[in-house]
């Protein structure tokens, strides 16, 4: 039978051809849909005939061979269908996806979850392997739309023969089809890919991270996604989060055994900013003094704006007063569950105008909220 093939906007959910993919696959039929990097050889891994195809064509058909990697519209969807993340996989998993990363986690036991349970018995050493499975998040509409479509696990690989290039277009796929006898019932065509080179991937046990395969990104650039960043928020931040991320990183140094100068080393990140700040405006003589009595230096402190970017880029935002957490959802809402005001039972109220003495009160009282709050950073 000939491989159909159909066109699409990758950044359009067309409902006929999405409709008629999910019936395919829901069937044990193979179909190829684009991605970001790579086209796509899928399957579903709940259907014994369509992941036998698979397995069959890739030449994967040993318990021992490699594991097919699991699709998924979104974390939420790898949430409900693994299990729950480990915290640096769902870290990286909100700032990588949808996008070129596959994380590789940790999975105890395949069938207590709810897509292990889906999945044959003969199935699971071809998709959960050494007590692991792969997720990717493509970056592309259409295929977001397909996966969100189907609730059973759907597992794909690059569209080349065993040590051939992956497909980057519907012409080099449709090639490689042709070649496979028309084991492939449909290609959906959306141009060439964005990137033209594979996914990333990333082993996260725990709160270890080992970079597998360089791909679309580097491993410093994925490092860079896995590092905990807090954000500490006041008014103009010149004086309360200044010095709340000079308290901040000399007790977490302290826990971690470091100097503060090292925490980027050991994966943390703490920056301030103000909800009426203005760029550039040093720390008050005051907040300097006090920051260097517990030993911090903001001499070459500067203030910056709160922005979107930086609560985007952030996994914790501390506020000094209600109104800050207020203005951060704001500004972005999606940032809600990540925003608590740092004393939970009172505001930390601006010491700016007054004595030294009401800074040192001022850094007791952020001092003393943080303590407590050590051991959410991990």
Not at 44 to 63: F, I
Not at 129 to 157: K, W
Not at 222 to 238: H, I, P
């Amino acid at each position: 039978m000939a491989t159909e093939s159909v066109q699409v906007d990758p950044g359009v959910a067309d409902e006929g051809v999405v409709r008629r993919a999910a019936d395919l696959l829901k069937r044990g039929r193979l179909i190829v849909f684009p991605t970001e990097t790579v086209y796509g050889l899928a399957a579903s891994a709940a259907s014994v005939e369509g992941l036998g195809r698979l397995r069959e064509l890739k030449g994967r058909t040993g318990d021992g061979g490699k594991p097919f990697t699991v699709h998924v519209g979104s974390s939420d969807q790898a949430d409900r269908l693994v299990g729950d993340l480990p915290a640096l996989a769902r870290r990286l998993a909100r700032r990588a996806w949808p996008g070129p990363l596959t994380l590789v986690v940790s999975v105890d036991d395949p069938q207590t979850t709810a897509f292990g349970a889906m999945i044959p018995e003969d199935n699971l050493p071809a998709v959960y392997h050494d007590g692991t499975v792969g997720l990717r998040c493509p970056d592309l509409r259409f295929t977001q739309s397909l996966l969100e479509r189907i609730e059973e696990p759907i597992v794909a690989s690059s569209v080349n023969r065993p040590g051939g290039r992956p497909a980057m277009d519907a012409e080099e796929t449709l090639a490689a089809a042709a070649a496979w006898n028309g084991a492939i019932d449909l290609v959906v065509d959306a141009g060439p890919t964005r990137f033209r080179q594979p996914s990333t991937v990333a082993r996260v046990t725990g709160d270890r991270l080992e970079v597998l395969r360089a791909g679309v990104l580097d491993e410093r650039s994925v490092r860079r996604l896995a590092t905990t960043t807090v954000l500490l928020v006041c008014s103009g931040n010149t004086c309360r989060s200044p010095m709340a991320s000079v308290i901040l990183s000399v007790l977490l140094a302290r826990r971690e055994g470091c100097r503060p100068e090292d925490l980027p080393d050991r994966g943390f990140r703490i920056v301030s900013a103000g909800t009426a700040a203005g760029d550039g405006a040093p720390a008050s003589a005051e907040a300097v003094t006090v920051a260097a009595e517990r030993g911090g230096d903001l001499s070459r402190h500067r203030s910056t704006r709160l922005s979107a970017e930086r609560i985007g880029q952030a996994d914790y935002i501390w506020t000094m007063c209600a109104s800050h957490a207020r203005r951060v959802t704001q500004i972005d809402p999606s940032a809600a569950d990540r925003t608590e005001r740092l004393d939970p039972q009172q505001d930390i109220e601006d010491p700016m105008g007054s004595p030294v003495a009401a800074y040192r009160r001022c850094a007791d009282q952020i001092a003393g909220a943080l303590a407590p709050r050590l051991k959410e950073l991990v």
